[in-house]
T-cell receptor, first 113, second 111 residues
């Protein structure tokens, strides 16, 4: 199984809502990532988890809160988002943070109204 | 800091060969990646180069010259399904956990 799954596929939320994005992998990977991708732009790294511990936070606003409950799951909790946060949110995983291949999930397309 | 340059758009013909160039300026070097991304889909890994030279994998090859800060992705026997964005990315020298993507090259294949 070389699949990273993400739910939901699409999410529309208001600026006062609280929602969560979920990511799951069963490849035994110990590194998991959140990226944000705007239209026609490359993915931008947000967070890196290594062995279920947060190892990189790329100065992401606190309205984005990551969580890694176990080695297979990665969540991104969203609260009080702004319209400019609308984007494709991609989850990825790799054997380790220094592995050369990251496997990406299909993403959650988020629209903030 | 890191800077990655690649052409914004390219067009090629079905059955032909196309080369997508990437130049990078980094404070150190720790590996270069190529990813393919179809519109609305997730990136998929194509290749990884850490030493100079050519890596071949089926119809796709990737070349690296560390002294020139230069890489290219070569696609042979182009198919319509190869229409996608191709992202050059480098691993951050000071933090190997971090991959920095270039803006990508949108490749359109014409019949």
């Amino acid at each position: 199984d070389t699949e990273v799954t993400q739910t939901p596929k699409h999410l529309v939320m208001g600026m006062t809502n609280k929602k969560s994005l979920k990511c799951e992998q069963h490849m035994g990977h110990r590194a998991m990532y959140w990226y944000k991708q705007k239209a026609k732009k490359p993915p931008e790294l947000m967070f890196v988890y290594s062995y279920e511990k947060l190892s990189i936070n790329e100065s992401v606003p606190s309205r984005f809160s990551p969580e890694c409950p176990n080695s297979s799951l990665l969540n991104l909790h969203l609260h009080a988002l702004q319209p400019e946060d609308s984007a494709l949110y991609l989850c990825a995983s790799s054997q380790a943070t220094t592995s050369y291949e990251q496997y990406f999930g299909p993403g959650t397309r988020l629209t903030v109204t | 800091g890191q800077n990655i340059d690649q052409p914004t758009e390219m067009t090629a013909t079905e059955g032909a060969i196309v080369q997508i160039n990437c130049t990078y300026q980094t404070s150190g070097f720790n590996g270069l990646f190529w990813y393919q991304q179809h519109a609305g889909e997730a990136p998929t890994f194509l290749s990884y180069n850490v030493l100079d030279g050519l890596e071949e994998k089926g119809r796709f090859s990737s070349f690296l010259s560390r002294s020139k800060g230069y890489s290219y992705l070569l696609l042979k026997e182009l198919q319509m399904k190869d229409s996608a964005s191709y992202l050059c990315a480098v691993r951050d020298y000071s933090n190997a956990s971090k991959i920095i993507f270039g803006s990508g090259t949108r490749l359109s294949i014409q019949p």
